[in-house]
């Protein structure tokens, strides 16, 4: 079988190393935060497993919509296994940030626009999963993938739109409002949670090559079955 | 009952400029869609029967007492016509199944949009019709006023993003293995972002709300009715393609 790109090595111990940097700077570095305690620092896997969310949702529905206009099988491998990343770091997205919520708004869940949205983006996802898991013929199952994909992108920032007219207690991090309510006053937070954004990227990337490189595998297993198959009758 | 058969010659080559040659297409799916339709009836007494039977459960569901029930009225209308909705998408889609029909349909030379855009007519007038009968019948079961004209604007225009996404999924899920099952777990997450404006249009109008407050959410009803037709209609001919 082919041995792994040297490339990929590099990636998987740089991504290593970026894992163990952003933990440290997560739970030693970055300060406890006055109000919330320790807690806080949920937060800096909590955002960067939503933004992974977000962004293997981007890489599904441009695969998507390229897969439509050039037809190239390897496209769809994109948008497959980016969604498949995609709805792990989701439920990571929505479970880290329910360990959050209990102490600090004392519920496990609450209906507010960026946790419904964030519902609704795993249920997209999942609708996804079940819609190619239902599709034998390979070509059609990559089409309405990439149909539906495109769909479920433009439609949850409008979800999104759509509930936040009214007003959210999901904190807001960035900009307005006073120190106290804003969980981002020290610069050293600043540094950890920004780090912690790249960490995830790094990590998102590494594992979607890696996914592309089994399923890539995988599929060459598939055609050696089946020269063998053939081969014996 | 056939008409008489026009010469090949007539068939073959449309006449008209091709605006008219599309519209033309739209309205005899239209038709067909209504003319079966008209012969046994089964879709829409399905959705009516399936929708009464929704909002009897619902009595017993929710206290729809007389002091609930303003609040809770919208909620109730809408998911009635979501499901009942779902029954019809998933019938409509059938019928093109059915004996090849699409088969035929896709050797029409005309952009594949035109029959996108039939058959989300002809699903939309059903769901109207199924919708005009549900809502006297609430009226008068639950003792409310349904025959607000801001309510009837919201419930056409919800209902038109509904089917506009709609048509699409049960085209695709009707292709699957799961067929008509997946229809509801396609659509549902994805068609949000018409039915919440929807809602709250709706309760707003029915609890007498300030109409400059409205138009916000009227707004983006149309706004997302827009965009989720543009996006359908543009792949539209992914998914029926062979």
Not at chain 2, 3 to 22: A, F, H, N, Q, T
Not at chain 2, 95 to 112: F, H, K, N, S, Y
Not at chain 2, 118 to 126: D, P, R, S, T, W
Not at chain 2, 170 to 199: E, H, Y
């Amino acid at each position: 079988m082919e041995p792994m790109p040297k490339q990929l090595k590099i990636l998987n111990w740089l991504t290593i190393a970026l894992v163990a940097a952003g933990l440290y700077l997560a739970i030693w570095y970055a300060p406890r935060e006055a109000i919330m305690g320790e807690v806080q620092r949920v937060f800096y896997f909590h955002v960067a497993a939503g933004w992974v969310g977000a962004l293997a949702f981007l890489v599904a529905a441009l695969s998507g919509a390229l897969f439509l206009i050039r037809r190239e099988r390897r496209w769809d491998r994109v948008a497959m296994s980016s969604v498949e990343i995609g709805v792990v770091f989701t439920f990571i997205n929505i479970v880290s940030g329910s360990i959050w919520a209990r102490p600090i708004w004392n519920t496990w869940w609450t209906w507010d626009p960026r946790l419904v949205t964030a519902t609704v983006m795993a249920l997209v996802y999942l609708a996804y999963i079940m819609l190619r898991q239902s599709v034998d013929d390979p070509d059609r199952r990559a089409r309405f993938a990439a149909v539906y994909s495109i769909l479920g992108f433009i439609s949850v920032p409008l979800t999104f739109l759509s509930i936040r007219i009214f007003r959210s207690i999901h904190p807001v991090v960035f900009g307005a409002g006073d120190a106290l309510s804003s969980g981002m006053s020290s610069p050293r937070m600043q540094v950890a949670f920004f780090f912690s954004l790249l960490t995830f990227s790094f990590i998102y990337g590494t594992l979607l090559w890696h996914r592309l490189r089994l399923q890539h595998l995988s599929e060459k297993l598939e055609i050696q079955k089946m020269k063998m198959l053939s081969a014996e009758n | 009952m056939a008409k008489r058969v026009e010469s090949d010659s007539k068939i073959s080559k449309p006449r008209g400029s091709s605006l008219r040659v599309y519209l033309r297409v739209i309205g005899a799916i239209v038709w067909k869609d209504i003319a079966a339709e008209l012969r046994n009836r089964q879709m829409i007494s399905a959705m009516l029967v399936f929708a009464l039977l929704v909002v009897l459960i619902f009595n017993f569901a929710l206290e729809l007492d007389i002091v609930t029930r303003d609040s809770v009225t919208s909620g109730v209308l809408w998911v009635t016509f979501a499901f009942a909705g779902t029954l019809g998408l998933n019938r409509s889609a059938a019928m093109e199944e059915d004996r090849g029909c699409l088969d035929g349909l896709l050797l029409v030379p005309i952009d594949r949009s035109a029959l996108y855009f039939g058959k989300v007519i002809g699903n939309v007038l059903f769901l109207l019709i199924v919708e005009a009968i549900i809502l006297p019948l609430y009226s008068v079961l639950y003792n409310v006023n349904l025959f607000v004209p801001g309510l009837l604007l919201v419930i056409v225009l919800g209902s038109w993003g509904y089917v506009a996404v709609g048509t699409l999924m049960a085209a695709m899920a009707l292709q699957t293995r799961m067929r008509d099952v997946l229809l509801p777990i396609l659509l549902f997450p994805v068609v949000l972002p018409v039915l919440i404006p929807a809602l709250k249009a709706s309760n707003a109008f029915l609890q007498a709300f300030e109409v400059g407050d409205i138009m916000l959410w009227i707004n983006l009803l149309i706004a997302y009715d827009l965009i989720f037709t543009t996006i359908a209609f543009l792949v539209f001919e992914y998914v029926v393609e062979e």
